[in-house]
């Protein structure tokens, strides 16, 4: 019987990865699949086209290479960012203006500085963020956002928590009050955002959250006297990362929410624009991380050593997530022995590991075989560390119409490592 399972297809081959690690300069690396982002772009933007000016927001956290970020540009999206550092990596692509949505907390002031020189959209996370963006920076400009946190009136997921928990946004309370002193600092157009979920895969629970967001809408509206001009959801839409994972019905979402609008906003003026800031759902699964594997041991259980660690990719480490992990086409999955196995780096830390007690082939783990991690496209390369001296991998993207595979990120060298040191002596210089 075959062990090979759909979500073990991979749209590349050994070969191709071959190709790739050269590029790379070896395992580990990553890959992204340039022309599958793009169709996901585009589908998702079809779903929401009854939306008159629907935007994607990038989340930049989420794969932060400007190639990546002139794709989605390409295809029309803006970019949320969350710090200075995103905010240049979007200015490096040419996206500035409203065309950014600055979506930070706990925000430093040269943060703040450079959303403001950038003309980005500022959404607020704390009501006190106002009175110290006008102290410390200047004018908020013409639009002015605040970060909604529903507390009980919504019920969180296991990354964000329960909104009371979450240190982001602002009570109801505090939005009014917010947007009170919006108006009398002069900002004229207004937006409110939320995000409550993380990888959340339910599209009824975007729905309700939109439902809570629309509600509070009228309610402001009414008791401040603003219009407000566009609501933010965030991002949050998940990805099935284990075989038996639905992916999201994004029909299902905008029909839905399409209701509630239509029913609430029926004799609205004014018009509401929608906008979202996905990270995750649009390049997570259009990333791979590439390794192979190095050493094999047993003791009270199976291990696979690759050459990857939480270092590349800390997900499973940090969340006890499930990564997708296989081979590529060429091996062979027909009448092979299955085993359970766990899939390590070589962290000095227990949880370094991509997979515990995972079902996977025999004849798979032979010495310095590719392994395939999938859904490593957002949140992935991005956390990655460098405990024990790790070296951060390189980045490649892969356009599968052309097979051109180009180098994004070079992967980091010992030199590159020790460059901040401020240490005499020269044994940390050209070093690879
Ligand atoms: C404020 C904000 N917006 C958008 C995102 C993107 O979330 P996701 O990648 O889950 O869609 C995040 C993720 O952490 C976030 O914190």
Same mark, same amino acid.
């Given at each position: 019987?075959?062990?090979?399972?759909?979500?073990?297809?991979?749209?590349?081959?050994?070969?191709?990865?071959? !190709?790739?690690?050269?590029?790379?300069?070896?395992?580990?690396?990553?890959?992204?699949? !340039?022309?599958?982002?793009?169709?996901? #772009?585009?589908?998702?933007?079809?779903?929401?086209?009854?939306? +008159?000016?629907?935007?994607?927001?990038?989340?930049?956290?989420?794969?932060?290479?400007?190639?990546?970020?002139?794709?989605?540009?390409?295809?029309?999206?803006?970019?949320?960012?969350?710090?200075?550092?995103?905010?240049?990596?979007?200015?490096?692509?040419?996206?500035?203006? !409203?065309?950014?949505?600055?979506?930070?907390?706990?925000?430093?002031?040269?943060?703040?500085?450079?959303?403001?020189?950038?003309?980005?959209?500022?959404?607020?996370?704390?009501?006190?963020?106002?009175?110290?963006? /006008?102290? /410390?920076?200047?004018?908020?400009?013409?639009?002015?956002?605040?970060?909604?946190?529903?507390?009980?009136?919504?019920?969180?997921?296991?990354?964000?928590?329960?909104?009371?928990?979450?240190? =982001?946004?602002?009570?109801?309370?505090?939005?009014?009050?917010?947007?009170?002193?919006?108006?009398?600092?002069?900002?004229?157009?207004?937006?409110?955002?939320?995000? #409550?979920?993380?990888?959340?895969?339910?599209?009824?629970?975007?729905?309700?959250?939109?439902?809570?967001?629309?509600?509070? #809408?009228?309610?402001?509206?009414?008791?401040?006297?603003?219009?407000?001009?566009?609501?933010?959801?965030?991002?949050?839409?998940?990805? +099935?990362?284990? +075989? !038996?994972?639905?992916? #999201?019905?994004?029909?299902?979402?905008?029909?839905?929410?399409?209701?509630?609008?239509?029913? %609430?906003?029926?004799?609205?003026?004014?018009?509401?624009?929608?906008?979202?800031?996905?990270?995750?759902?649009?390049? $997570?699964?259009?990333?791979? %991380?590439?390794?192979?594997?190095?050493?094999?041991?047993?003791?009270?259980?199976?291990?696979?050593?690759?050459?990857?660690?939480?270092?590349?990719?800390?997900?499973?480490?940090?969340?006890?997530?499930?990564?997708?992990?296989?081979?590529?086409?060429?091996?062979?999955?027909?009448?092979?022995?299955?085993?359970?196995?766990?899939?390590?780096?070589?962290?000095?830390?227990?949880?370094?590991?991509?997979?515990?007690?995972?079902?996977?082939? =025999?004849? $798979?783990?032979?010495?310095? &075989?590719?392994?395939?991690?999938?859904?490593?496209?957002?949140?992935?390369?991005?956390?990655?560390?460098?405990?024990?001296?790790?070296?951060? +991998?390189?980045?490649? %993207?892969?356009?599968?119409?052309?097979?051109?595979?180009?180098?994004? &990120?070079?992967? /980091?060298?010992?030199?590159? =490592?020790?460059?901040?040191?401020?240490?005499?002596?020269?044994?940390? /210089?050209?070093?690879?």
């Amino acid at each position: 019987m075959s062990l090979k399972q759909k979500k073990d297809e991979i749209p590349f081959s050994e070969n191709h990865i071959l !190709e790739a690690s050269k590029i790379a300069g070896g395992t580990p690396f990553y890959l992204y699949d !340039e022309i599958e982002i793009r169709k996901n #772009v585009r589908e998702f933007k079809k779903a929401f086209s009854w939306i +008159p000016n629907f935007k994607e927001y990038y989340a930049v956290k989420a794969c932060p290479n400007p190639y990546i970020l002139k794709i989605l540009k390409e295809e029309g999206c803006g970019m949320d960012c969350s710090s200075l550092g995103e905010l240049v990596l979007s200015e490096a692509v040419e996206i500035v203006g !409203e065309n950014i949505m600055f979506t930070s907390n706990n925000t430093p002031v040269e943060d703040f500085k450079k959303a403001q020189k950038l003309g980005a959209i500022i959404n607020f996370d704390d009501i006190k963020h106002i009175d110290f963006f /006008q102290k /410390q920076v200047g004018n908020i400009g013409f639009i002015g956002c605040c970060r909604y946190n529903p507390g009980d009136a919504k019920k969180g997921n296991p990354i964000i928590g329960n909104p009371k928990d979450a240190k =982001y946004g602002m009570t109801k309370e505090q939005l009014f009050k917010a947007y009170k002193i919006l108006k009398k600092s002069g900002v004229t157009r207004f937006g409110i955002h939320t995000m #409550v979920a993380s990888n959340e895969l339910d599209p009824m629970y975007f729905v309700e959250t939109a439902k809570i967001l629309f509600e509070t #809408v009228i309610e402001i509206e009414e008791k401040v006297g603003i219009t407000f001009e566009f609501v933010n959801l965030g991002g949050g839409i998940g990805i +099935p990362y284990k +075989p !038996e994972d639905k992916k #999201v019905d994004l029909n299902i979402i905008s029909s839905e929410m399409k209701k509630v609008y239509d029913q %609430l906003f029926k004799d609205r003026k004014n018009p509401l624009n929608i906008v979202m800031e996905m990270g995750r759902m649009i390049t $997570g699964p259009y990333g791979y %991380l590439i390794t192979a594997i190095k050493h094999k041991k047993h003791t009270y259980k199976n291990y696979i050593g690759v050459d990857a660690s939480m270092a590349d990719l800390m997900r499973p480490g940090m969340y006890d997530t499930y990564h997708h992990i296989s081979f590529p086409q060429s091996t062979q999955y027909v009448d092979e022995q299955e085993g359970i196995f766990d899939i390590t780096g070589s962290l000095c830390e227990n949880n370094d590991k991509f997979a515990i007690d995972r079902k996977l082939p =025999y004849i $798979g783990f032979k010495i310095s &075989r590719f392994l395939i991690i999938h859904d490593a496209g957002a949140h992935s390369h991005a956390m990655g560390f460098n405990y024990n001296a790790k070296l951060r +991998p390189a980045e490649i %993207l892969w356009n599968s119409e052309i097979n051109d595979f180009k180098l994004i &990120r070079r992967k /980091q060298t010992l030199t590159d =490592y020790f460059e901040t040191l401020n240490f005499e002596g020269s044994i940390f /210089q050209n070093l690879v």
